[in-house]
């Protein structure tokens, strides 16, 4: 047991150790794509976005403390978040930043979600989108992440964010969502050597994206509709025909930790390989492909295609429930930006301001993510206020992020952002982040 003085020097610890991290964070992204008021920018907007709790514009303006006028503050968040070329440099700025993290990981998950906005009415771009949540068409704009998962699947890395509409004339019209995954991953791959497993769920069992990753050599796990046809032991068949006949050899367990109990889900795996026919000439490709097929007691059959590094069916049914048990992490970030950052309830009129603030915030969601990945259990264990009631750290539950993002608001409670220099200033009971 530490004594009260312990504890309160342990807590300044913990929030000098979250400042010099912010400080580090956004000295990454002093280069030449962004200007020195773009910078501001973006430190100013990830600083408000996590002391709030909010995306509006009032909030994150209110949270900076200035002593002009909150008119003036969002005026100028305003000017920088409608320049059009602005989502380009932020985007490089980052892949650029963090392309060392990039590097390091295994999985690059690639998943479609929307921003709804049911009552919008003059926001620019509206379209209709499906509500993932509800399963309803609603007024909104459709999303595109792509998320880097560690070796370990432990570090999520944000590596690209896009907000895009149909329904605007500032996109092509050409504009589809085959092209927008296929251009964010040449992009990536600009920045990076190796070529990530990309996994997809089964809104991306497309034809066009099997064939330009087969022709490119780049490793997927796309998860199948079953009414694919592919070419196994010389003849076509469909994937749900392959895969009923598949046997089941191998059996994965999985724990996950929800509500401080450990729940064990069972799966019964097999794969056969199969070859991907070639729509536009005769015979197929040269590499050959596995099918894996995972059936859970009592539910239906799924299945997989994958062109990974695998030997041996048992490698490859291992490697395929490694890498698409990593999308639940995605499900998981959009689930808490939502609930701790109100993130649907982004209000902004103008298209290239929304498509702007939307890569702002998931860069400043990957504070979270990457900089305070070595010291969230610190944090969240010197928290002065019980964030694990039993005392146990199996009660962390899978998702640590929702308690890492009150631990961090907490701390910005504490902190002003002004002065001319980038130094931690402590000031008796508060700490003060100087920023330019």
Same mark, same amino acid.
């Given at each position: 047991?530490?004594?009260?003085?312990?504890?309160?020097?342990?807590?300044?610890?913990?929030?000098?150790?979250? &400042?010099?991290?912010?400080?580090?964070?956004?000295?990454?992204?002093?280069?030449?794509?962004?200007?020195?008021?773009?910078?501001?920018?973006?430190?100013?907007?990830? +600083? $408000?976005?996590?002391?709030?709790?909010?995306?509006?514009?009032?909030?994150?303006?209110?949270?900076?403390?200035?002593?002009?006028?909150?008119?003036?503050?969002? =005026?100028?968040?305003?000017?920088?978040?409608?320049?059009?070329?602005? +989502? %380009?440099?932020?985007?490089?700025?980052?892949?650029?930043?963090?392309?060392?993290?990039?590097?390091?990981?295994?999985?690059?998950?690639?998943? @479609?979600?929307?921003?709804?906005?049911?009552?919008?009415?003059?926001?620019?771009?509206? @379209?209709?989108?499906?509500?993932?949540?509800?399963?309803?068409?609603?007024?909104?704009?459709?999303?595109?992440?792509?998320? @880097?998962?560690?070796?370990?699947?432990?570090?999520?890395?944000?590596?690209?964010?896009?907000?895009?509409?149909?329904?605007?004339?500032?996109?092509?019209?050409?504009?589809?969502?085959?092209?927008?995954?296929?251009?964010?991953?040449?992009?990536?791959? &600009?920045?990076?050597?190796? =070529?990530?497993?990309?996994?997809?769920?089964?809104?991306?069992?497309?034809?066009?994206?099997? %064939?330009?990753?087969?022709?490119?050599?780049?490793?997927?796990?796309?998860?199948?509709?079953?009414?694919?046809?592919?070419?196994? &032991?010389?003849?076509?068949?469909?994937?749900?025909?392959?895969?009923?006949?598949?046997?089941?050899?191998?059996?994965?367990?999985?724990?996950?930790?929800?509500?401080?109990?450990?729940?064990?889900?069972?799966?019964?795996? $097999?794969?056969?390989?199969?070859?991907?026919?070639?729509?536009?000439?005769?015979?197929?490709?040269? %590499?050959?492909?596995?099918?894996?097929?995972?059936?859970?007691?009592?539910?239906?059959?799924?299945?997989?295609?994958?062109?990974?590094?695998?030997?041996?069916?048992?490698?490859?049914?291992?490697?395929?429930?490694?890498?698409?048990?990593?999308?639940?992490?995605?499900?998981?970030?959009?689930?808490?930006?939502?609930?701790?950052?109100?993130?649907?309830?982004?209000?902004?009129?103008?298209?290239?301001?929304?498509?702007?603030?939307?890569?702002?915030?998931?860069?400043?969601?990957?504070?979270?993510?990457?900089?305070?990945?070595?010291?969230?259990?610190?944090?969240?264990? @010197?928290?002065?206020?019980?964030?694990?009631?039993?005392?146990?750290?199996?009660?962390?539950?899978?998702? +640590?992020?929702?308690?890492?993002?009150?631990?961090?608001?907490?701390?910005?409670?504490?902190?002003?952002?002004?002065?001319?220099?980038? =130094?931690?200033?402590?000031?008796?009971?508060?700490?003060?982040?100087?920023?330019?």
């Amino acid at each position: 047991m530490c004594s009260p003085t312990q504890e309160r020097r342990h807590e300044m610890d913990n929030r000098q150790r979250v &400042q010099i991290k912010f400080n580090q964070y956004c000295y990454k992204y002093q280069g030449k794509d962004l200007s020195i008021p773009e910078q501001r920018l973006l430190r100013e907007t990830a +600083y $408000g976005i996590l002391r709030s709790g909010h995306v509006h514009l009032t909030r994150i303006g209110s949270s900076l403390e200035e002593s002009i006028r909150l008119k003036k503050t969002c =005026k100028r968040f305003s000017y920088h978040l409608g320049k059009r070329d602005l +989502y %380009e440099r932020l985007n490089e700025s980052h892949l650029s930043a963090n392309r060392s993290f990039l590097s390091r990981c295994k999985y690059l998950i690639v998943d @479609g979600s929307d921003v709804t906005k049911p009552f919008a009415r003059q926001m620019e771009g509206l @379209g209709r989108v499906h509500d993932g949540s509800t399963g309803e068409i609603s007024n909104g704009y459709w999303q595109l992440n792509l998320i @880097g998962v560690g070796p370990e699947s432990s570090s999520i890395v944000l590596a690209t964010s896009r907000l895009y509409s149909y329904e605007t004339e500032h996109e092509s019209p050409e504009l589809s969502e085959n092209g927008l995954i296929l251009e964010d991953l040449t992009r990536i791959d &600009q920045y990076i050597s190796k =070529k990530q497993t990309v996994v997809i769920d089964r809104g991306g069992d497309r034809r066009v994206l099997i %064939e330009r990753f087969l022709g490119s050599g780049r490793p997927f796990i796309i998860r199948q509709t079953g009414k694919r046809h592919i070419e196994y &032991q010389g003849k076509r068949k469909r994937v749900d025909t392959v895969g009923k006949g598949t046997e089941l050899k191998w059996t994965i367990n999985i724990v996950r930790h929800r509500g401080g109990k450990s729940l064990t889900h069972r799966f019964e795996c $097999g794969a056969v390989r199969v070859r991907f026919p070639y729509e536009h000439r005769e015979g197929s490709w040269n %590499e050959s492909l596995w099918l894996v097929t995972v059936r859970r007691p009592g539910k239906q059959r799924c299945y997989f295609l994958s062109y990974i590094d695998a030997e041996t069916a048992e490698e490859a049914v291992r490697q395929v429930m490694e890498g698409y048990g990593c999308r639940w992490k995605i499900e998981e970030v959009h689930r808490q930006v939502k609930q701790d950052y109100n993130y649907e309830s982004i209000c902004l009129r103008r298209y290239p301001a929304l498509r702007n603030f939307n890569t702002l915030f998931w860069i400043t969601m990957g504070f979270l993510y990457q900089q305070l990945e070595d010291i969230s259990l610190k944090l969240i264990l @010197g928290f002065r206020e019980p964030l694990i009631y039993t005392g146990r750290l199996g009660n962390m539950g899978n998702f +640590y992020l929702y308690k890492l993002s009150r631990v961090v608001r907490d701390f910005f409670l504490l902190t002003k952002i002004r002065g001319p220099s980038n =130094k931690l200033i402590i000031n008796q009971n508060q700490l003060i982040l100087s920023i330019e």
